[in-house]
């Protein structure tokens, strides 16, 4: 069926590429397990095919993954887009916003991971992450003063607290241009960042608490 989309598209898939933001905005929750694991697998293919805006599906995608929540489907979620992120971080790369969105996402969750029963799925999160902010670190340093929080959150994690210290005492070793702590704070964080870690369905009912109700 994929083939046969590519095939007989005239639009690069923009089209179904809309119809698969909606779906997953407004009904994911509702969606079955084999119909989510086809959702990632054709995220998976579009982003190996370099469909245009996919970055945009895979945003959406992670705005799924809800902080504090370790039921056994939002930690699939989380770790199906780990895998999927690890293996096209040459793809990742092209995207700074969607790095950053990634980078800020996993930070959060990472938290939330510490039981020993997922230390593996938390090992592979924090290398990554890790890997991401020493090697992009200017991509990263769009987050802002939020991005403090974060690392303070899980600054006893080794390769966190290692990372901390080279904020604090050895700056130039993640850019050559950073300046340090201060530099971060100075830069405030931006609304699309916080809405991330909002799923689709709690935003819902927010808007209805703050404007339905007043």
């Known amino acids: 069926h994929y083939r046969h989309l590519t095939l007989m598209s005239k639009d690069g898939l923009h ?3 809309q119809e698969l933001n909606k779906l997953v905005l407004e009904k994911f929750l509702k969606l079955k397990e084999s119909v989510r694991t086809q959702v990632l697998w054709f995220t998976k293919e579009m982003i190996k095919n370099q469909v245009q805006n996919i970055d945009g599906l895979c945003w959406v995608l992670m705005r799924q993954i809800a902080g504090g929540d370790v039921n056994q489907k939002n930690l699939w979620l989380a770790d199906s887009l780990m895998d999927i992120f690890m293996e096209s971080r040459s793809w990742l790369e092209k ?10 996402t996993y930070l959060r969750v990472i938290e939330d991971h510490a039981h ?7 090992n592979k999160e924090v290398n990554f992450v890790v890997g991401l902010i ?4 200017n991509d990263v340093l769009v987050i802002g003063r939020d991005l403090v929080r974060l690392l303070q959150n ?3 994690i080794p390769e966190i607290e290692e990372l901390w210290n080279d904020i604090l005492y050895n700056p130039t070793n993640l850019a050559p241009t950073f300046t340090g702590l201060v530099q971060i704070m100075s830069t405030r964080t931006s609304r699309r960042f ?4 909002i799923t689709p369905d709690m935003e819902k009912k927010l ?3 703050t404007v339905f109700l007043m």
């Open 134 to 137: 020493r090697d992009r670190f």
């Open 95 to 104: 995207y700074p916003f969607l790095l950053a969105s990634v980078v800020y």
């Open 154 to 156: 899980i600054a006893r």
């Open 116 to 122: 020993v029963n997922l230390s593996s799925l938390r």
């Open 207 to 209: 808007v209805f608490l």
């Open 194 to 197: 916080l809405q991330s870690r």
């Open 15 to 17: 089209f179904v590429l």
